[in-house]
């Protein structure tokens, strides 16, 4: 699979991420739905908390990326949606660290929303992952 960022600014590729990505010569596409800080039985875990969801929420986004055999360097866009976009602004290094060292930017959009799955939910990131 080859990548190429699409970037007709840079001050995405200076926040981490890319306007587009063009990909070729793909084998598979995994859309994964929205990853929640839930725990392996689907409660709710760390209401409110920011910071600690979206560690679990990434957590969640690995362990559905290995049951594919795939990794973050397979990630191709991400969504993040939230109930707090101040919050998740300020806690965006979360994601960023993540991803750091891939050496892979992606496509992504921060959604705000009303609310998610579970009363305490504060945000969910949805993946494309292709290889």
Do not use: K
Not at 14 to 28: C, I, K, N, S, Y
Not at 39 to 55: E, V
Not at 75 to 83: A, C, D, G, H, K
Request: charged residues 15%; proline residues 4%.
């Amino acid at each position: 699979m080859e990548r190429t960022a699409v970037n007709p600014w840079p001050w995405s590729v200076q926040l981490g991420f890319d306007q587009a990505q063009l990909v070729e010569g793909r084998r598979r596409e995994l859309v994964c739905s929205g990853q929640d800080a839930v725990d392996a039985s689907g409660n709710p875990q760390h209401p409110h908390d920011m910071a600690a969801q979206l560690r679990l929420a990434l957590d969640n986004l690995d362990a559905v990326l290995t049951g594919a055999g795939m990794t973050f360097t397979n990630v191709v866009r991400l969504n993040v949606y939230t109930t707090d976009m101040d919050a998740l602004l300020q806690n965006f290094t979360v994601v960023n660290q993540r991803f750091e060292g891939t050496g892979v930017r992606f496509a992504t959009t921060l959604l705000g929303v009303a609310s998610l799955a579970a009363p305490g939910l504060v945000v969910a990131i949805e993946a494309t992952a292709m290889d």
